[in-house]
C-alpha cells in the first residue's frame, strides 16, 4: 500500500524535499505534516483537491473546517472581485463600512455579542479574550478543558492532547506542555478541567475562584464532541455565580451548526466568543465578541494606547491594547459577509446538515455491516470516524479508541482520492453532491476489504 501512495505522489516527493531544506518539515503548519510526506496540492474547486501528480480528492478537509461553501465559490470571489474594484486598492488602513457590516451581522446572529473587534485568526482572537477577561476581574489565571485548542500561544498549548502517563486524575487533570520552549509560568496560570463532568468542573472552579478569571472551551470539543446540554447550563451558571469571565471558542462551530453558532443552539450566553475559520470565507481572520461590559474596556476613547501615550499613564488607567495591520481587511470581510450570506439563503444550511446527517448513517451502516466497531461523532456539518464502541464524551474517552486503524484506513482512502489529513475529522461542505458522498462511501468499503 505504501507502494501506491508513493507511486501516486512522487511529484509531492519531490516538492517536499526541496520545501524541506528551506521550511522546517516542509509545511508552514506543524499539524499539515503526514508521513512519509504531505501531499503537496496545486489546484481546487468546488469539493475536489488536485494535487502536483495531477490526483483528484474529495476534500473533507476543507483547509480544516473553513470552507464551508467548498473551493473557490463563485459568490464569494464576485463579492472579492467587487469589493477590490470598489476599494481601488486592497486595504484601507483605516476604518471602512464594512467592518460596521460586518459587526452588526454578528451582533445580529450572536447572542453573547454586543460589541465586535477584528483580528487576522482565530488564535488572536482567543488570546484578546483572555486579556479582556482578566483587565475586567483583575484575576491572573485562566481555565480550560483537557483536548480543546484555542490557538498555538503558550498559555492555551497546555493539555491539548498530552500523553496520558503525564494527564493525572481523570476529574483534576494536570496542565501539560505541548512545546518545548514553554515557560512554566503558562503551567502554573492555566488550570485543566475535565470537558463534560460538570460536578468535577464546580469543584475546581469553587476551590480556585479567586485565582480564575476565565474558563474558555470549545462548546463541541474538536468540532465534534458535543457539550451536554446540562454541562453547558451547570457551566453558564457557576461561572456567573464565581464571578468568573465564559469565554466560548466558537473558531470551528460558529457557522457550521447553524449561523448562530453553539450559544444559540445550547441556549447559552458566554460573555466572549471568538470566530473565525468560516467567518474568513476562505480568507485569514479572526473576530472577538461579546458583553459590553468587557469590550468597551478596549474603546481608545477611554485613554491613551501604549504606542502613542509616551508612558505619562499606568497601563491600568489606559484603554486595553489591540492592534493588527491587516484586521478588519476589508477584502476579507467581502469574503466573508457573501460567506454568511449564502448560509442564510433558505434551505442551505438544511440541505449541508441533511447531507452530512446521511454520509454519517450511511458510513455507520457499512461498518456495521463488516461488524467492525465505529461510530461517527459529531455535530452540524463536522463528524469524526471513530473506532470505539464505548461512549466519547472527552479527550479520555477518545484516546481509548484505535488511532491505528482509522489512521491505516485514512491512507488507503487517500489512495482511492477521499482526502483529509489522516486521523482528522470531517468536514462537509454546502458543495458536496451527492455523487461525491456515494463515492466516498464506496471509498470506504474499498479500503475496509483491503485491510481485511
Ligand atoms: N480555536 C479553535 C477551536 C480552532 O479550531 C482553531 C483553529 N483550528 C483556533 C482556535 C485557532 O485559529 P487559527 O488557526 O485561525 O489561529
Do not use: W
Not at 485569514?284 to 499613564?313: C, F, H, N, W, Y
Request: some cysteine; overall charge negative.
Amino acid at each position: 500500500r505504501e507502494m501506491n501512495f508513493e507511486d501516486k505522489t512522487r511529484g509531492s516527493k519531490q516538492a517536499y524535499e526541496q520545501a524541506k531544506s528551506v521550511i522546517p518539515g516542509g509545511v508552514t503548519a506543524n499539524i499539515k505534516h503526514f508521513a512519509p510526506h504531505p501531499i503537496i496540492m496545486d489546484q481546487a474547486t468546488g469539493s475536489q483537491l488536485t494535487d502536483v501528480d495531477g490526483n483528484n480528492y474529495i476534500d473533507y478537509l476543507l483547509c480544516y473546517g473553513a470552507l464551508i461553501l467548498g473551493h473557490g465559490h463563485e459568490a464569494v470571489k464576485d463579492a472579492v472581485y467587487k469589493q477590490m474594484g470598489q476599494c481601488g486598492s486592497f486595504v484601507f488602513g483605516a476604518p471602512h463600512n464594512l467592518e460596521y457590516q460586518m459587526a452588526q451581522k454578528l451582533v445580529d446572529l450572536f447572542p453573547g455579542m454586543d460589541q465586535i473587534r477584528f483580528t487576522n485568526s482565530g488564535l488572536e482572537a482567543t488570546l484578546l479574550g483572555i486579556r479582556l477577561a482578566q483587565a475586567y476581574n483583575g484575576k491572573g489565571k485562566v481555565a480550560k478543558f483537557e483536548g480543546h485548542y484555542h490557538g498555538g500561544y503558550d498559555q492555551m498549548l497546555v493539555s491539548v492532547n498530552p500523553d496520558m502517563e503525564q494527564a493525572g486524575e481523570v476529574n483534576q487533570p494536570n496542565a501539560v506542555a505541548e512545546s518545548s520552549g514553554m515557560s512554566d509560568y503558562h503551567l502554573e496560570h492555566t488550570v485543566v478541567l475535565p470537558f463534560n463532568d460538570i460536578e468535577a468542573t464546580k469543584k475546581i472552579l469553587r476551590a480556585r475562584q479567586d485565582e480564575i478569571s476565565a474558563v474558555i472551551l470549545e462548546p463541541v470539543q474538536g468540532g465534534f464532541i458535543p457539550a451536554d446540554e446540562s454541562f453547558m447550563k451547570g457551566l453558564r451558571e457557576v461561572t456567573e455565580e464565581l464571578g468568573i469571565v465564559l469565554i466560548f471558542d466558537e473558531v470551528k462551530t460558529g457557522f457550521r451548526l447553524n449561523v448562530g453558532g453553539a450559544q444559540s443552539l445550547y441556549g447559552v450566553e458566554p460573555d466572549l466568543t471568538a470566530l473565525g475559520k468560516v467567518l474568513g470565507g476562505g480568507f485569514p481572520v479572526g473576530a472577538l465578541g461579546g458583553k459590553i461590559e468587557l469590550m468597551d474596556l478596549m474603546s481608545p476613547e477611554r485613554g491613551q494606547d501604549i504606542l502613542t501615550s509616551g508612558g505619562s499613564q499606568q497601563a491600568t488607567d489606559r484603554a486595553l491594547f489591540h492592534s493588527g495591520t491587516y484586521n478588519g481587511h476589508p477584502t476579507v470581510l467581502a469574503a466573508g459577509l457573501a460567506t454568511i450570506e449564502e448560509l442564510e439563503k433558505p434551505g442551505v444550511m438544511d440541505d449541508l446538515l441533511r447531507k452530512t446527517e446521511y454520509l454519517r448513517n450511511e458510513l455507520e451502516n457499512l461498518y456495521d455491516r463488516y461488524s467492525i466497531p465505529m461510530q461517527t461523532i459529531g455535530m452540524g456539518s463536522i463528524f469524526n470516524i471513530v473506532f470505539t464502541d464505548q461512549a466519547v464524551k472527552n479527550y479520555r474517552d477518545l484516546s481509548q479508541a484505535d488511532m491505528n486503524l482509522r489512521k491505516q484506513l485514512d491512507y488507503e482512502l487517500l489512495d482511492l482520492g477521499i482526502y483529509t489529513k489522516p486521523g482528522n475529522r470531517y468536514s462537509m461542505s454546502t458543495v458536496h453532491s451527492d455523487e461525491d458522498i456515494q463515492a466516498t462511501i464506496d471509498a470506504h468499503e474499498q479500503a475496509i476489504q483491503r485491510l481485511r
